[in-house]
């Protein structure tokens, strides 16, 4: 494992600049991984007779917490490792169930400089499966104004996200 | 459902609840389990120096929050179900909405949770709207916003949900 992966720097976005998009074929494997990773033992996310019969769904779902964790790696996917996420603001709108293939897509909403090494790059993304879409998410996420710059290394005081 | 919410429920609104030191310490175990589970190659949750140089150690991914903060499946002396987020629990229970789901979910991140932080969380009831029908069925949204900080008493992050308590409008219209 390499640890020289490369960064994206704040000056080379541009407002609506989209990201690569991200596909994956979900499977209740996927949906249970992410539910034991983020603690969550709530059955709707590892019993489909409990999706079913108490829930009204067709089956176990994505929960919400394994939605911000794929949202992270897709923007650090783009951004690199030196981004910095500041905040992230999820809407569900629908279910993602075993058998769906989501669709992870997105691009620049703004950039704002800032005076601390860094810019803020306000990023709408959603995650679709076919034409229907499941969530909706803002996240802001700070990039390095130059190679000798860390947004890790902010003071907190002076991270205002 | 109730029709008109309880003055004891709407005293609630705003005040710090629920404050907790996390059961567990941040640990690698959990942050391997969510990069695997998201196949996230970030190289700060698997290469060593990597974190040393950019993040001045290891850390956690910040998506991971609240994950910190659910209790253990079952732990000694423990009775029932042992459940995250009680002041969610607490509405459906108070405003006698049998389900519920997240709607929105909106997270702050502050400095970087490290590995063997031990957090502390209070969780804050925000608002509860008027009765709302979706097809779902009919309930009322709600927002509880949980703040978080590590043992040293900095801001790590804040993680707020709105959530919609509800009867299934099949069960709400049987006999």
Redesign the interface.
């Known amino acids: 494992m390499t640890s020289a992966a490369p960064s994206r720097l704040f000056g080379t976005v541009t407002e609506g600049e989209a990201l690569p998009p991200l596909s994956h074929a979900v499977t209740a494997t996927t949906v249970v991984l992410g539910a034991v990773a983020s603690r969550d033992w709530r059955p709707m996310h590892h019993d489909r007779d409990f999706a079913i019969q108490r829930n009204g769904l067709r089956d176990i779902f994505l929960n919400t917490p394994s939605q911000a964790s794929w949202m992270e790696r897709f923007i650090t996917d783009w951004s690199g490792p030196l981004g910095r996420l500041g905040r992230m603001k999820f809407s569900m709108k629908d279910s993602i169930f075993p058998g769906d293939t989501m669709v992870i897509d997105g691009h620049v909403l703004a950039v704002t400089a800032t005076a601390e090494g860094f810019g803020w790059v306000d990023l709408a993304l959603a995650i679709r499966v076919g034409e229907r879409l499941a969530s909706n998410c803002q996240a802001r996420l700070a990039l390095p104004a130059t190679d000798a710059d860390n947004p890790w290394l902010c003071p907190p005081e002076s991270w205002r996200p | 459902m109730l029709e008109t919410i309880p003055d004891s429920v709407l005293a609630l609104i705003g005040q710090p609840q629920y404050r907790e030191v996390s059961e567990i310490e941040v640990e690698a175990g959990?942050i391997y389990?969510?990069?695997?589970?998201?196949?996230?190659?970030?190289?700060?949750f698997?290469?060593r120096?990597?974190a040393e140089?950019?993040?001045?150690g290891p850390i956690a991914?910040?998506?991971?929050l609240?994950?910190?903060f659910?209790p253990h499946?079952w732990r000694p002396g423990a009775a029932g179900e042992q459940k995250?987020l009680q002041a969610h629990f607490d509405l459906k229970r108070l405003l006698e909405l049998p389900?519920a789901?997240?709607?929105?979910?909106?997270?702050?991140?502050?400095?970087?949770v490290r590995i063997g932080d031990r957090l502390q969380s209070a969780q804050v009831v925000r608002s509860i709207s008027e009765p709302k029908t979706t097809r779902?069925g009919r309930g009322r949204f709600w927002v509880v916003e949980v703040n978080m900080e590590n043992q040293l008493g900095?801001?790590v992050g804040s993680d707020s949900?709105t959530a919609f308590g509800y009867t299934?409008t099949?069960q709400a219209a049987a006999p």
């Open positions: 959990y389990n969510s990069c695997a589970a998201t196949q996230n190659a970030n190289p700060l698997w290469d120096a990597a140089r950019i993040t001045g991914p910040p998506s991971m609240s994950a910190w659910r499946f995250a389900e789901i997240i709607a929105d979910n909106e997270m702050v991140f502050g400095v970087p779902l900095q801001f949900y299934r099949d």
